[in-house]
């Protein structure tokens, strides 16, 4: 589970959020691509290539492709709070 206390510094407000790439539970980002390449309206990458919530999912549609991308990361580093 993604660590919502550690939440990457450019994600938009919202229920949907990346993790800090320096999260001490070891779920921060790894800049894998997973999320940004999957769902690039919703995921993008910071200088680093760590991945941050650009645009919160809104209809059903774009809630099961981010969901797809949560559930996709091999270090939980995507997070939902709805």
């Not at 919160?56 to 797809?68: H, R, S, V, Y």
Request: proline share 5%; aromatic share 8%; hydrophobic share 25%.
């Amino acid at each position: 589970m993604a660590n919502k206390d550690m939440k990457h510094s450019n994600n938009i407000a919202g229920a949907w959020y990346c993790t800090d790439p320096d999260d001490d539970n070891g779920e921060g980002c790894i800049a894998c691509n997973v999320c940004y390449t999957g769902a690039p309206d919703f995921f993008a990458e910071d200088d680093d290539g760590n991945a941050y919530v650009k645009k919160q999912p809104e209809t059903d549609d774009e809630k099961e492709l981010c969901m797809e991308q949560l559930e996709a990361c091999p270090v939980n580093s995507i997070g939902n709070d709805g």
